[in-house]
C-alpha cells in the first residue's frame, strides 16, 4: 500500500532567498532555518555552494550549512552547479547535494552557461566522484516547460532521463516545472510514464511553481500520481523581483493547508509555519506569494449580500 | 460521450461588483459587458434584483438588464432574492433567474436574514409563480462548507438537494464554495454523489472561489467529475473589501487560461478578456484577484542563475 503521506522540502532558504537582491544577514537566514525546523520541516535547502560573483545571497553558504547541520534530525541539502563547488560543499560538510539539468538548450544555456548534453556529462563526473555517503538529488529544470521555448514535450524529458536515471539508480529526481505553465493534467501524465519507465529506483519528487496559480493543484496531480515528496517555498519565496504578482515557488503554507484538510499527513504545525512566511514576506527586496497566508490574515468576511 | 467543451457563466457584474462600495457608473458596467461579450462570454450573471438599500450597487438593475439584453446570443442571468423581487426581473425583462439558497443555518441568516427552511419555502413558492419560459437556476451557497460554522456535511447539502431537486427537475443547480476552502476532493465527491443521485434531471455547475488558491484546482475536480459549466468573474473580483489579498470568486481568465491549455474549448479569446480584467482590476474600491493576469502583466522573468 502507498504511504499517503508526504515529505516537504522547504526550498525557500536557496531557491527562494536567491532571486532577493539585498544581502539577508546570515543571522537572519540561520533563525529563519530555525524557525521552519520548529515547524516541522525535516528536509530543507537550505544554501547553495556557487560562485559568489554569480549568486552574492549565497555567499555566506558555509556558515548556512553549519548552521543548518546542527539543528536536529534535519537533512540539509544544498545545490551544486559542478564538481568543483561538490568538492568545497563536502568540504564545509555537506551529506545531501542537489545538482541541476535543464532539459532545454535555452533556459540551460541562460542559467548555468551551458547546453544540457554538457550539464549530463558534468552530472556524470559528479557520480563518477561523488562519496557514496553523500545523498543526490537531481533536479530537472524546464521538465514540462521553458522560460524561452514555450513546452517541451515529454518525450524530450523522457530522452534525458533515458540517459541519467540509469547512471545512479538509487537517485532523487525532481520534475521541476520551472515557469508554472504546466497544467496538472501533464504533470500526472510525465509521472505516471517515469515512474514506468524507471521503476522503483529513483525516488520522485515534484518541484512546481504558483505563477499561473497552478502550483497546487499540480501539487495535488502529482500526488495522484503517486509522488510523496514536494518541493515548496515559505511565503512563496522564490518570484522575480522584476515582475511584481508573478510569484515563485508553490509556497510551502499553501501546500500544507491544502494536505491537512484533506487528511493527509505532512508533520507541519501549520501556525509556526505561516509566522515564518509572514517574516519572509517582509525580507527588503522579497516578492512574496502564497494564498492561503494571505486569506488568513484578512479580516473574516463572510459575504455581502446574496454571498454565493 | 461526454462533451469536453465547457460553458463559463461570468458572474462579476453581480457577484464581482456587489461587494464594490463606490457606485460604479452605469455606463461603466455596461462598456464592460459589452467587452465581456466581445471577448466570447455568452452566459453573464449581469446584475441583480434586490433592495436598493441592502445592496446599492445592483439599483441600476434595470438598465443594466435592458443593455445586456441587447448584446446577440447573451444568456442573461439575474439574481432574486424572493418572488417580489423576481416579478420585478420579469417585468424589466428577465427571461433567466439566479435564487440562493445557504445550506447552512449561520450563512442563511446573514445572508438573507431568513433560515435554510425558509428560503426553500420561498423557493417553492418562486417555482409556483414562475413563468414556464423563464429559465431557472439554484445556487446552493455553502455547499462545502460555512464562513461561520466550518465545513458542511455532504449529507447536510444532499438533504436540502433532496427537498428541491424534484421541484423543478430541470433546474440548473449550481454547488458554491463560499468560503474557497474546499479541497478537490470533497469538490469531485459532492458533485459525484449528487449527480448519481438526481440523474440527468438537473444540470450542474460548480461556483467557487479563489481565496485559499484552490479556485481552478477545484474547478478542475468539478470538471473530472463531469461538470461543463463553472461561474468565474473576471479580475477575481469578488473579494472582501475589507480583505485585501482575501481575493474571491475563481477568476474567469486563470480558468480559460488553464482550460485552454489543457485542450479544453471554452469560446472565449484571452486577449480581450484580459483587458477586461485589467480595468476590472483598477475599478476603485475593487479588490481583485487571480494570476494569470498579473503573471502575463510582470516583465518575463527566465529566473535568476541556477532556476529550478
Known sequence: MTNSNVTLVEVGPRDGFQPIVPFIPTQEKIRLLQSLHAAG???????????????????????????????????VQVLVPNVKYYERAVEAGARHVAFVISVSEAH???????????????????????????????????????????????QTTLALLDRLAPLRPDVEIALCDTTGRVTPDRVASLFDTAMARYGTGPSWVFHGHDTYGLGVANVLAAYAAGVRVFDASFGGLGGCPFAP????????????????????????DLEPLLAAAAEAA????????????????????AGVGLAG
Not at 547553495?48 to 539543528?71: C, K, N
Not at 494564498?291 to 473574516?300: F, H, K, P, T
Open 41 to 75: 520541516l525535516r528536509r530543507i535547502e537550505a544554501t547553495a555552494f556557487v560562485s559568489d560573483r554569480a549568486v552574492p545571497q549565497m555567499a555566506d553558504a558555509t556558515e548556512i550549512l553549519a548552521a543548518a547541520s546542527r539543528l536536529p534530525g534535519l537533512d
Open 245 to 268: 504578482g508573478a510569484t515563485g515557488n508553490v509556497a510551502t503554507e499553501d501546500v500544507v493547508w491544502t494536505l491537512e484538510r484533506m487528511g493527509i499527513d505532512t508533520g507541519i
Open 108 to 154: 540551460s544555456r541562460n542559467n548555468v552557461r551551458r547546453s544540457p548534453d554538457e550539464a549530463a556529462a558534468e552530472y556524470e563526473r559528479l557520480i563518477e566522484t561523488i562519496d557514496p555517503g553523500v545523498a543526490l538529488r537531481l533536479n530537472v529544470a524546464t521538465a514540462f516547460d521553458c522560460p524561452f521555448d514555450g513546452p517541451v514535450a515529454a
Open 282 to 301: 517582509v525580507l527588503p527586496g522579497a516578492n512574496a506569494g502564497g494564498r492561503v497566508r494571505q486569506a488568513l490574515e484578512g479580516a473574516r468576511c
